[in-house]
């Protein structure tokens, strides 16, 4: 982490940007919360947030009372109140974890084959369906009110309004908010980037579509011997092969970054596909294909929403100077470094013993 200063001074605070890029609907992010995933970022952190991530918040947590009470906003499938679990049980705390999320949040079935998971999932009061600008939670009811790469997706004013509201007398705020030139955005970036070549450039998903009806129809020895002589076919085969080339080549430039994974499982998922296409019927040929082109969809809108999200250093001095605004106090904002990478800004602020 970087050295711990006041976010950057003005004559008067930068108010908070407006945000344009259409916001994940609840129901986007439910079907995503849906995957056995603790995190997001699935490949990066299979188990949880861990290294300077987690040092970060068990630093949180190792200040709060032992049976604070915590709040999780934008809380995905619980990850930062499984770390709180985690720290508790170490360090003999008994902590009252809560998670808010916009979607219809059940972490408990999405990860309930992570056995190891299922107490402490039990643990945790998940509410689903609320935005975390207007919880409806008890007004001071909580010691902390925590975030990862969640906070920033709300309106500022409104959301640091709620968190001062939430906030018991003498209570924290911690943040990890997304970083505008953070490795994770330049990885979404690199990803849109490799999507709208795959998709819009290539038109790989069409080709894939056409080259699939014909193999689907192709079901006798006969009617794959006509469809290898088919001209026609021929050409929708050697035009499918050569985006398939292409998508390859271009996920594995040098300048791919972090995109080539969206790359890699369009390339799989249509290559399995195409392989079992002549077993298929052309129904579940067409919901294949339709939940590739909706994972598709997904990913891009997720990205978009990602990159939109991310703070820049004015972002983030006018989510302080809101935080400032809503009453709490002591505000301090940092760079968050992981394994070397910029990873994201901590906040902090408190609110005043009462
Ligand atoms: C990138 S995920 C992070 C989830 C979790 N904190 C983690 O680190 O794994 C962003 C989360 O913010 C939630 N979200 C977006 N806007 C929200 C809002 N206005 N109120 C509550 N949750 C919101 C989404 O549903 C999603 O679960």
Redesign the pocket.
């Known amino acids: 982490m970087s050295g711990r200063g006041a976010p950057g001074a003005g004559a008067s605070p930068p108010s908070p940007r407006a945000k344009t890029a259409t916001?994940?609907t609840?129901s986007e992010?439910g079907r995503?919360?849906q995957r056995p995933t603790?995190?997001?970022f699935q490949a990066h952190f299979p188990d949880n947030?861990d290294g300077e991530i987690a040092d970060f918040w068990h630093g949180v947590f190792a200040r709060l009372p032992a049976a604070a009470r915590i709040v999780?906003?934008?809380?995905?499938?619980g990850?930062?109140l499984l770390l709180a679990r985690a720290h508790a049980r170490e360090h003999g705390q008994r902590f009252d974890l809560t998670g808010?999320?916009?979607?219809d949040?059940r972490p408990r079935d999405a990860l309930r084959g992570r056995l190891a998971l299922f107490e402490d999932l039990g643990a945790i009061r998940f509410v689903g369906r609320?935005?975390?600008?207007r919880t409806g939670l008890p007004p001071a009811g909580f010691d902390a009110v925590i975030?990862?790469?969640?906070f920033e997706?709300?309106p500022p004013d409104e959301a640091a309004a709620e968190a001062a509201r939430l906030l018991a007398p003498g209570g924290t705020l911690a943040l990890v908010i997304h970083h505008a030139e953070s490795a994770l955005v330049r990885q979404a970036h690199a990803g849109l980037e490799q999507a709208h070549h795959a998709l819009a450039s290539q038109h790989l998903l069409e080709h894939a579509g056409r080259m699939l009806r014909r193999l689907q129809r192709a079901r006798t020895p006969e009617a794959r011997q006509a469809l290898a002589a088919d001209p026609r076919a021929q050409a929708e085969r050697e035009a499918l092969n050569a985006a398939l080339r292409a998508v390859s080549a271009r996920a594995a430039a040098p300048d791919a970054g972090g995109g080539a994974g969206f790359a890699d499982f369009l390339l799989r998922s249509l290559r399995e596909l195409l392989e079992r296409a002549a077993t298929l019927r052309r129904a579940q040929i067409i919901e294949a294909l339709g939940v590739i082109e909706r994972e598709c969809r997904d990913y891009q809108r997720r990205m978009a929403d990602?990159v939109d999200a991310a703070c820049d250093r004015q972002d983030i001095d006018a989510l302080s100077a809101a935080l400032d605004a809503a009453g709490l106090t002591g505000t301090g904002c940092a760079e968050l470094h992981y394994r070397g990478a910029l990873m994201a800004w901590t906040l902090t602020a408190h609110r005043p013993p009462g």
């Open positions: 916001r994940l609840p992010w995503y919360w603790v995190t997001t947030y999780d906003l934008a809380t995905g499938n990850a930062l808010v999320d916009l979607a949040i609320t935005p975390l600008e975030s990862q790469y969640g997706y709300a990602l």
